[in-house]
């Protein structure tokens, strides 16, 4: 379970990050693969930027727990 743990954090950790920055505006990423009408986020997203600083923040603290928990 502590391997799983630290794996969902990084990649928590690591998409957080990346919504935190889509969000702030510092990088820019068109869609990929698209099902409706997909637009590519244009500017500072405030929604984008809270998600991504949350799921950061939750994967920090399943690092956390994998790491330094004690049985």
């Known amino acids: 379970m502590k391997w799983l743990g630290l794996i969902l954090g ?8 990346l919504w935190f920055l889509q969000g702030v505006g ?4 068109e869609p990929i693969a698209c099902v409706g009408a997909c637009e590519a986020l244009e ?3 405030l929604p984008w930027a809270l998600g991504g ?9 399943l690092i956390w727990l994998a790491l330094f928990r004690r049985r």
């Open 43 to 45: 500017g500072p997203s």
């Open 53 to 61: 600083a949350a799921l950061g923040i939750i994967g920090i603290g």
């Open 10 to 17: 990084i990649a928590a950790l690591l998409l957080g990050g």
């Open 26 to 29: 510092a990088i820019v990423i």
